[in-house]
């Protein structure tokens, strides 16, 4: 297997997705499709998950084990990893608002002309009680606990400084959306690593 190959795939599909999410692409977008912005969120998703499958088959030819996990510490890891999933799951369904993460609530209202003034509040309950992204939480836990092959460790190293970096960056969205009320969100509860801070949260 080619190592760098991998190491640039993953690479430019991690900047991809960032750019294709970025403030001034979708500022763009907005501009240029007017009214049918309501259907990029979706187109998003969908070519993500697209351009994803083609790599992650290409991350699985690779058969050099690297690291091997006794009887007990896979136990452990498959614990963990279940965990991380149930945690993902959570998060998504429960703590966030699912629909519109995959655009299928702005699908939903095209062409309505009543228009709902966005709440100012920040969701606290479930895990964002105890981390900002929990999502983001739980990929983190679940990359480190899969590592197998060399092409696992690249793999996983890549996503992980990714989800750093792009968790940063929406930290910066979320605070130009809510201003005052996410800074207070984020002197009360940790961005990434839970319990790290005392929470205020009641």
Known sequence: M???????MWTGYCALHSYLISISFTNMMSRLLKK???FYRLFYVLISVFLLIPIIKYTGLDNKVIIVYGQYFDLLRYIII???LLM???????DHDSLSFIGVRQMLTFGKTKETKPSNEIKRSGF???VRHPMYFAVIIYLLCRI???ADLIMSSLLIVYTIIGTILEEKKLVLEFGETYIKYQKEVPMLIPFT???KVV
Do not use: D, M, R, V
């Open 197 to 199: 801070k005392k929470s």
């Open 148 to 150: 197998h092959t060399k």
């Open 82 to 84: 279940s965990g991380s």
């Open 2 to 8: 080619e190592y760098l190959l991998l190491a640039l």
């Open 36 to 38: 049918y912005y309501a």
């Open 88 to 94: 993902f799951l959570w998060a998504f369904f429960i």
């Open 128 to 130: 964002l009680g105890i």
